[in-house]
């Protein structure tokens, strides 16, 4: 049912790419689509997210108002859920704000810093917390606290002054569990609204919901689409697409935790993709035999079937080398090493969003509970970008105070540069401050 590739086949480059690549069927009509649901929230706020939610989630709410979720109801969920939920839900909250407390130390605390040069210039940077942040948190298959506590947690330790949660609750069906999960990380507001409209409506502003700085979490691709529309009217975090799995493995893996891996990632929808890696051709027969006996026990079974199918694979190296090799050529969201020397292996990787080291380092531990935010690059874009972390919700401004002295070396500088570009104005208000 998998894929089955080897690196040493003709065409291998080829069928890789396809394997990659994620499919653009109808993705002008979504863009299309996308466009005129957040051009008419612009437009007419409220009226178009009431209208639009009642609509595309199957709701039959009569006003804005009853869209926001109450202090009152958050708590009363948090009261109501199980209490062994609660306890994981605590437990997590408490370990990711312990790793992101720990990377703002390692950023400088956030605080401004300056110096003094030679010539008595006083230069620096001034760093600041964002004041309101959204966060989407996806509600349509599956319901997502995970994905509030791996983006409000960290926005709070960055000091974010207001959080604004937006969540679909198609056919008004409300996660007890998810606004638990708010309640406990601390966000100010609730609306249960999704999709466009409510990428459209944290960028710009209603009535009823605030605009704000940013927007951050994972969607589907209309929530994607979206937030590249509102992208420099509004901040956002990345354009996620659907989530990937690479496992490097060798004969100590076990195979029953590698299908499980590999199962954990397919069933989160059928465009996800998982890839095992390795030169070890009976750990990837395993697999492949583990993968049919065990698939009739998954309770989402038909989403599993279709990703591994559509874009899963067992891919055969000569060697670790090339496994690595190709590792960096995939640059995946999440990487798990299961190898005897997972550690000296860990060095080797260029581009990675998330790093588990050793078989016992599952990848759904760090979806929930590790630590680290879960919001990561994906589509090849760990190349340059980065997991959501503290450093996404602050900005900083240069700090430059000239001294009389340092004034005129600088400006002396400058007019000569400025000059060299053809600026006249850039040297005329250099020279001013050089000849007094």
Request: aromatic share 4%; glycine share 8%; net charge negative.
């Amino acid at each position: 049912m998998i894929n089955r590739l080897r690196t040493s086949d003709a065409g291998f480059a080829e069928s890789l790419n396809n394997l990659l690549q994620v499919s653009s069927k109808d993705a002008e009509d979504v863009v299309e689509v996308v466009r005129e649901i957040v051009n008419a929230v612009k437009a007419n706020g409220d009226t178009a997210v009431l209208e639009l939610t009642n609509r595309l989630d199957g709701r039959q709410v009569a006003s804005i108002e009853e869209l926001e979720v109450s202090p009152e109801r958050q708590q009363e969920a948090l009261e109501n859920i199980d209490p062994m939920v609660r306890q994981a839900l605590e437990s997590s909250i408490a370990r990711i704000r312990t790793y992101h407390e720990r990377q703002l130390q390692a950023l400088g605390n956030g605080a401004d810093w300056e110096f003094v040069d030679d010539d008595g210039n006083r230069l620096g940077q001034k760093v600041r917390s964002m004041q309101r942040v959204g966060v989407y948190a996806p509600g349509g298959k599956a319901a997502y606290p995970s994905t509030v506590c791996m983006t409000v947690v960290p926005a709070k330790v960055a000091g974010v002054e207001e959080i604004i949660l937006v969540v679909p609750t198609p056919r008004g069906e409300v996660n007890q569990t998810l606004l638990a999960a708010a309640k406990l990380c601390g966000v100010d507001r609730v609306f249960t609204i999704g999709g466009a409209q409510a990428i459209a409506a944290l960028a710009y502003g209603t009535q009823a919901i605030p605009r704000v700085d940013k927007i951050v979490g994972p969607g589907n691709v209309y929530v994607a689409k979206a937030k590249e529309l509102v992208y420099g009217d509004v901040g956002i975090d990345m354009v996620a697409g659907p989530s990937e799995l690479v496992i490097v493995a060798d004969a100590t893996a076990n195979p029953d935790w590698i299908t499980l891996d590999l199962f954990a990632q397919a069933e989160h929808d059928e465009m996800a993709q998982a890839i095992v890696i390795s030169a070890d051709v009976q750990l990837l027969d395993v697999v492949a035999q583990t993968i049919d006996r065990r698939l009739e026990e998954m309770p989402r079974r038909s989403i599993i079937e279709t990703s591994l199918k559509d874009r899963g694979a067992l891919i055969e190296v000569r060697d670790l080398d090339e496994a690595m090799e190709l590792v960096n050529r995939i640059a995946p969201e999440h990487l798990e090493l299961a190898l005897a020397q997972s550690g000296e292996v860990a060095a080797k990787v260029k581009h990675a969003g998330a790093i588990f080291i050793g078989s016992h380092s599952a990848e759904v531990a760090g979806d929930y509970s590790a630590g680290p935010s879960h919001v990561l690059p994906t589509s090849g874009t760990a190349r340059f970008g980065s997991p959501l972390g503290v450093y996404d919700f602050q900005v900083r401004s240069s700090i430059i105070e000239c001294s009389a002295r340092g004034s005129v070396r600088l400006n002396r500088d400058a007019a000569i540069i400025a000059k060299e570009e053809g600026l006249f104005a850039h040297e005329e208000s250099a020279k001013s401050r050089v000849e007094g």
